[in-house]
């Protein structure tokens, strides 16, 4: 547990006890970052019982409830976090909005609900998160995004939603650059089709054999990758999308 030290981590998208946001936020609590995290409807006993579970790991942890599609989010988020613990340094944006589409239903208000969780949520956040490092004595943070494999092979029925990640691979790319002078670095992740309890036993026994080794990936897969990205470990890793699939084949 020394790590992440003295590190204070924001994980957005942490509503229920099995996804990759909640893995997320006790790997690196497990390496002693204090962690902020938020959710969004989720069950009222929900962020009560997860704080005391990371708190009991031996870090400090409070949480936000908050609506990602509202254009102030990113500063509420920053503020909050900001009052509890001081300046984070690690963001990892893992909320996202996912609805099935296809060319026959796919409108407007399908395409602006996508884009502000997906798009603007994590390029506001992670803009913002920026400026205040750059303000500070701080000489090392992480932005990490996560995406879903939208450049490996088509997604039928989520044009909004693979359009809307492809932007964020586009962005962290890009924003790499910006920040690298900072002694921020900025990479995504792409943990592939990951059972978090939403899978059925139709969609396991389809899956599963194509994942080449052997087994469908669990949130813990993701979050042992994202507790590396925020460690000092990968200080000269930047600019990268890693697709951590466990040999997934998409044809």
Known sequence: MSKLQNQVAIVTGVSHANGIGAAI??????????????????????PVQFQKELVAIG???????IDLS????????????????????????NAAHSL???YMNLDAKLIDDHYAVNMRATMLLSVEFARR??????TSGRIINMTSGQAQGPMIEELAYVATKGAISAFTLSLSAELAPL??????????PTDSRW?????????LPKFLMGRIGVPDD???????????????????????????LRR
Not at 35 to 44: E, G, L, R, S, V
Not at 59 to 65: G, I, K, P, W
Not at 133 to 138: A, G, I, L, V
Not at 222 to 248: C, D, H, K, M, P
């Open 59 to 65: 870090v400090q942890s409070d949480y936000l409830e």
């Open 25 to 46: 936020c006790r790997k690196l609590a497990l390496e002693g970052a204090d962690i902020f995290f938020t959710y969004w409807q989720a069950d009222k006993e929900w």
């Open 70 to 93: 509202t254009p102030d989010c990113s500063m509420k988020i920053l503020d909050a976090t900001e009052a509890r613990f001081g300046l984070p340094t690690i963001l990892i944006n």
């Open 183 to 192: 002694g921020i670095t900025v990479n995504a992740v792409n943990p592939g």
């Open 199 to 207: 899978m059925s036993e139709s969609i396991k026994h389809e899956l």
């Open 222 to 248: 993701a979050a042992r990758l994202v507790a590396f990205l925020a460690s000092s470990e990968a200080e000269w890793i930047t600019g990268q999308v890693i697709n951590s699939e466990g040999g997934f």
């Open 133 to 138: 490092f750059q303000n500070s004595d701080k």
């Open 100 to 102: 099935r589409d296809g």
